[in-house]
């Protein structure tokens, strides 16, 4: 296992990602499709930004990337990509959607890969996980188009099911994803939600 760990570091870095972890969201973009030229993407705790750069290649210049997380981060903008936006702030914070919606009221996608700061107790720590993936479906549901598609790291365990079950009915097609790039140890999946159905 550790060689297919290493293979994956040595192709992000040979890539000019920041970490491996876009790999997983470039294994779903080739089996699904969601992300599309021209698109509006959030990405919820996005730092390092290896899931915003990814994005901002695919979906290119005439769409946009908004990051947002707690930790510091700057625009950038490359020929041929999509600018990145960041935000500085708490997603728990609920002031955090009026400042995303400065930049965009609606979003074709919301990703986020975010994981809590494990503490080995695997209850504890898939309670963290599931607590940030409803957040993030908080504000999917509250940010996406009609349309859309959500794409959400979450560890499998306890209420995982309940979670799932939560998405699914929101969009036409629902599915969990595993992808190769995961450690195969790891109880981390993700929820991909595709053609969103907002409420009238």
């Known amino acids: 296992m550790k060689k297919v760990q290493d293979y994956y570091f040595k192709k992000a870095r040979k890539e000019n990602y920041p970490a491996r972890s876009v790999y997983k969201l470039a294994e779903a973009q080739d089996r699904f499709h969601f992300l599309k ?82 503490t080995g107790n695997k209850w504890s720590d898939q309670q963290k996980s599931l607590s940030l993936s409803r957040r993030a479906f908080v504000l999917a549901r509250e940010l996406l188009a009609q349309g859309g598609s959500f794409y959400c790291k979450v560890f499998e365990g306890e209420d995982f099911k309940e979670f799932y079950d939560s998405v699914r009915p929101c969009f036409a097609k629902a599915k969990i994803v595993k992808p190769r790039s995961s450690r195969r140890e790891s109880r981390e999946v993700f929820v991909l939600g595709i053609n969103y159905t907002r409420e009238r």
């Open 37 to 118: 030229r021209g698109g509006n993407i959030l990405d919820i705790g996005c730092y390092p930004g290896s899931w915003s750069i990814y994005a901002s290649k695919v979906i290119g210049p005439q769409g946009v990337v908004i990051g947002v997380d707690l930790q510091a981060g700057s625009r950038t903008q490359q020929s041929g990509r999509a600018a990145i936006e960041f935000i500085r702030g708490d997603i728990m914070d609920d002031k955090i959607i009026a400042a995303i919606q400065e930049y965009r009221p609606r979003f074709n996608v919301v990703l986020s890969d975010m994981a809590p700061q494990t």
